[in-house]
Structure formats: C-alpha cells, structure tokens
C-alpha cells in the first residue's frame, strides 16, 4: 500500500509569488491533515478535511492560504501571495475514518519563501 | 490550554547505552490519546504508538518501551542499547476531547554515536 505523497518535496519562491502544495493520502483515507513545521518552532495543525470537507481549519494562519480537496481524494494547499514566514516544512497526513487519531504522515514540503 | 513539553532538546548516546525521552504533556479534557513519531533525516514522519488516556499500560515493542504516567502527566520513551540507526528527531503529540488535530512538542534530537 503506498504511503501518504507530497509534491513537490522542495519549493524556493520570492515574496508575493504563489506555491501550490499537493497531497495525495493513502487510499481510502477520508481524514486528511495539513500542518506546518516552521524552523525553530513545534509543528502546528493547519486543517483538517473529512473527504472533501473541512471539518477544522482553526489552525490557518490568513487568508492567503486556501486548502482544497475536491473529490475528496488529494488535496492542495495554495500561498497566494507567499510572504516570507511563510517558510517552513509542510506536513500532509491521512487516517482512516474509523481510526482518525492514527495518522500517518507524508515526507513533507518544504517551503523557502526568499 | 492543551500543551506537549519536550524538555530534552538535544541528546548524545553512545551506541548500545539506554536513553529515555522525556514527554509531559497538559489537557483538561478526560478523554484524549498520546503519541510518538519519529523524524530520520529523510523527513518523513514516522508513526511509533498510540496511547489512549484510559490504558495506563506500559507498553514494549523490541528494543522500544513507553511509560505513561497520568499521575505526572508523562510519556516517556525509552530505547534500549541504541543503535545508530536510532538517531532521529523523535515528537511526542497529544489529541484531545473530539478534536483530531495532533498538539505537538518541539522534539528531542537523539544522536546515537558508534
């Protein structure tokens, strides 16, 4: 069974650009999770989709960023305009419906906003 | 105010010694679960256990032991005769009530040298 995927795995962009992140969870996942690691800091929750709907986004920082998850398959995380505390590793995990807590994690994305 | 403490930041072994990772963690919520991952220098985040607050068990897997104290607010990591495979980025994580979303530490780095 293949593991949770992320693309791409690095990412340098100027300030004011836009990055788009893509998570593809194991299949058959309904829990799909974003988080965020930045340097020097503990990860934090971003959001939180239950196939294609968002059930906690309590965790995004602004509106320049926006979570999807059409077809309630992968998902995408988008910085429009990307600013420079922005930079940071981006973690995607899925879990099963009936196992939501166990969650397994992607390899990350990591985000250089220069 | 959910809360996960890693005190540990770094740690230095020398292969085969025991080592122990310390985790407290804070939440008024009854119902919630611990876990630990482990980061390798690949990145990726790797699942280790589930604990849930109502099975104070210890619990061993080879090499791996966990000791969750709820008089302390603990739980704690030990890996026995460390192995330099073993160096990593380990995080302890805690659910809380009905919420999903993983509260994280900062993590211990462990160096496990030959």
């Known amino acids: 069974e293949a593991g949770v995927t992320q693309f791409p795995s690095h990412s340098v962009i100027e300030k004011g650009q836009t990055v788009t992140l893509r998570c593809d969870p194991i299949s058959g996942h309904d829990n799909l999770y974003w988080y965020r690691r930045v340097m020097g800091k503990e990860i934090k929750f971003l959001l939180h989709f239950v196939k294609e709907s968002k059930q906690d986004e309590s965790g995004m920082p602004n509106n320049r960023f926006l979570a999807e998850r059409t077809g309630g398959t992968y998902s995408t995380l988008k910085v429009q305009p990307a600013e420079l505390e922005d930079s940071g590793v981006y973690f995607c995990a899925s879990s099963r419906r009936d196992r939501g807590n166990e969650q397994f994690f992607g390899p990350g994305t990591r985000l250089t906003v220069l | ?114």
């Open chain 2, 1 to 114: 105010a959910q809360k996960v403490t890693q005190a540990q930041t770094e740690i230095s072994v020398v292969e085969k010694e025991d080592v122990t990772l310390d985790c407290v963690y804070e939440t008024r919520d009854t119902t919630y679960y611990l876990f630990w991952y482990k980061q390798p220098p690949s990145g990726e985040l790797v699942f280790l256990i589930r604990r849930n607050s109502f099975d104070e068990q210890n619990e061993i897997s080879g090499r791996y032991s966990w000791n969750f104290q709820k008089s302390t607010s603990s739980f704690n990591f030990t890996i026995t005769a460390s192995q330099v495979v073993d160096s990593a980025v380990y995080f302890c994580a805690l659910a809380a009530g009905n919420n999903r979303k993983l509260i994280w530490g900062l993590g211990t780095s462990l160096a496990v040298n030959p």
